[in-house]
């Protein structure tokens, strides 16, 4: 009876897990280069078949040089060459179609992002970015925070003092990220979250 209801627990557990809300905990380097192995971990991916295309899933953008790849309702010319994809990894073996065409290459210097939605829930993307051919492994935790002293709606700025990049949005919730809310840092960047609201 107790082996029954173990059983029980895992399969109601499993997909839970699964549909998780989507987490970028660190992404490999990314080089200048079409055939290169990236590897995405986190958490709350989902689960999906390798392949070569687009999808729904996940989208790369040269943010530098303005253009994308692998995203289905982009329609990029760009695809991905997915080689796993599980629940806490995401491995890519390159870049394939256009890639080289029309100025769409990955250049040292430049800063990509990468944006996961869970496969299975396409619940809200997780967001991380990086500059091409740093050599380290990057760490992605994310700029976020739950407000709990504040009435919504509260505002909230976001500064990267690296770049002078600033993000200022208005939440009508609790919970807030600078990232999904446009802002894009890098491992090593300054950053500073600023408040306003009424206090409960």
Not at 61 to 70: E, I, K, P, Q
Not at 84 to 104: A, R
């Amino acid at each position: 009876m107790k082996l029954l209801k173990i059983a029980s627990l895992l399969t109601t557990l499993v997909p839970a897990i699964v549909g998780a809300s989507p987490i970028i905990s660190s992404i490999s380097p990314i080089l200048s280069q079409a055939n290169q192995s990236i590897v995405i971990e986190g958490s709350g991916f989902g689960t999906l078949s390798p392949y070569n295309g687009n999808s729904d899933y996940i989208l790369i953008t040269d943010r530098t040089a303005n253009w994308s790849a692998g995203y289905l309702p982009a329609q990029d010319v760009v695809k991905l060459n997915v080689t796993s994809w599980t629940d806490t990894q995401i491995t890519l073996s390159g870049f394939i179609g256009s890639y080289g065409n029309n100025g769409w290459v990955l250049t040292d210097g430049d800063t990509v992002s990468v944006k996961v939605w869970n496969a299975q829930t396409k619940t809200v993307a997780a967001v991380c970015s990086r500059i091409v051919n740093d050599t380290q492994t990057m760490s992605c935790l994310p700029v976020k925070g739950t407000v709990t002293w504040a009435k919504p709606p509260y505002k909230v700025q976001c500064q990267n003092n690296t770049t002078n990049q600033k993000v200022i949005v208005t939440r009508k919730n609790a919970n807030y990220g600078c990232e999904k809310s446009g802002l894009l840092v890098n491992q090593g960047d300054s950053v500073t979250v600023s408040i306003t609201g009424i206090k409960y």
